[in-house]
């Protein structure tokens, strides 16, 4: 299934692309500066001509797995094993799901705890445990998909969230039930103030690098979602509206991870079919790069491969790559290990790709660190990486060396 017959036989081909692209990255890059009164280090970052930063997301479904257990020896163990592992292959950053559908794998004042925690403080495990490692931890959550209709309605306990959904008026105010599940209403100024509360709790209380949300901004554009709050908005434009409305809760939850900490990032993960973001999610990308005030980090999800016939892989993160962006932003595209030896269902005629060249990984992890622009590469996600055959491995572990 993963080629592994096919990889040893053009390995010493790639040794020697490596070998190219390793001295295009030793070559002297020139270094933006940066805002007055902020240095490269309070970023969590590296100058261009130092090692680029390696990074992996954790999903919540892998979280869950690792924390199966009722006993904590056993999931600090297997927690142990994996981040040992990640080490080994080069990886020193860590984006990790500690809240997907508005529930936390940790005690929270705002949240309910997931059932899937099993009784544990994920986040107190994982803190300790990559810090042993030399792996920088960054909490991961989904600021506005909540949880289906039943489930919310399941939720017990004295929660911010919970008490919002029992009170007829604060669910009207601050929630949406669309399609079944629930979401936050983005235009809702306090849905912006309970997340920069609950990314204040997370950087007090566990003083991660850095929080890290995803793509899951507005769940559709049909009008009816926020029809009557926008009608009362007085604005001509619903689009613009919308737009808006995220940016501020993002210029919202930039503002809480630096008020907590001044050595902490806050990143931003959108799709990787850049027009799309703003027009079917509402995320205005292009003004998050290049104005100060809403991320620290971008890492658009570049999960195409060469042949994609909507997002051919090259031309795509050239597109990325070219964007103005304010001093302190950063770019690191983000990578699809999870779709090694398998097809790619939206590729068009590009689907067997994944399938056919069991180096695509490996070139494009080689394209991303030779370029200026990037300042490392993430990968979706951890255990795909460590599930990749030996020599995969070993190949992707000398190109991020």
């Known amino acids: 299934m993963h080629h592994a017959g096919k990889l040893s036989a053009i390995f010493l081909t790639m040794l020697l692309l490596l070998t190219a692209c390793t001295a295009f990255r030793t070559q002297q890059q020139p270094v933006k500066s940066l805002p007055r009164g902020q240095t490269l280090s309070q970023l969590h970052l590296e100058q261009n001509t130092e090692p680029k930063r390696i990074c992996a997301w954790l999903p919540y479904f892998s979280v869950a797995a690792l924390f199966d257990s009722p006993d904590e020896t056993v999931c600090r163990k297997r927690v142990s094993r994996c981040l040992e592992a990640a080490s080994a292959l080069g990886i020193d950053t860590l984006f990790v799901h500690v809240c997907a559908f508005g ?120 009008a009816a979602f926020d029809a009557e709050v926008f009608r009362r908005s007085g604005q001509p434009d619903l689009a613009a509206w919308r737009t808006e409305r995220i940016s501020a809760m993002v210029r919202r939850m930039y503002r809480a991870v630096h008020e907590a900490s001044q050595t902490a990032v806050f990143s931003i993960s959108p799709q990787g079919n850049l027009p799309l973001n703003r027009k079917k999610l509402y995320a205005d990308v292009e ?112 190109a991020v060396r």
């Open 103 to 222: 529930e936390s794998f940790y005690p929270s004042l705002y949240y309910p705890t997931a059932s899937e925690a099993n009784g544990h403080d994920v986040m107190e495990i994982l803190t300790l445990e990559c810090a042993r490692c030399g792996i920088a931890l960054h909490a991961w959550i989904n600021p506005l998909r909540l949880q289906t209709e039943k489930l919310m309605t399941e939720h017990t306990g004295d929660a911010r969230l919970c008490a919002w959904f029992r009170s007829e008026q604060t669910r009207a105010e601050n929630l949406t039930l669309w399609d079944g599940r629930y979401y936050f209403s983005p235009s809702s100024a306090a849905v912006w103030d309970f997340l920069a509360g609950a990314v204040t709790e997370l950087m007090t209380r566990y003083r991660p690098a850095g929080v890290h949300i995803d793509d899951y901004f507005y769940p559709t554009q049909d």
């Open 287 to 398: 003004t998050w790069c290049a104005e100060e005030g809403y991320c620290d980090l971008m890492l658009p999800q570049l999960y195409f491969g060469y042949q994609n016939e909507l997002c051919p892989f090259t031309e795509t993160a050239a597109a990325w790559g070219s964007l103005p962006r304010a001093a302190s932003v950063r770019m690191i595209p983000g990578l699809a290990a999870y779709k090694y030896g398998e097809p790619d269902r939206y590729a068009g005629s590009g689907e067997g790709e994944w399938q056919d060249d069991p180096n695509l990984l490996l070139r494009e992890c080689m394209q991303v660190l030779a370029n200026p622009e990037f300042a490392g590469l993430s990968l979706y996600h951890l255990d795909s990486v460590l599930a990749l055959p030996e020599t995969a491995q070993s190949a992707l572990l000398a």
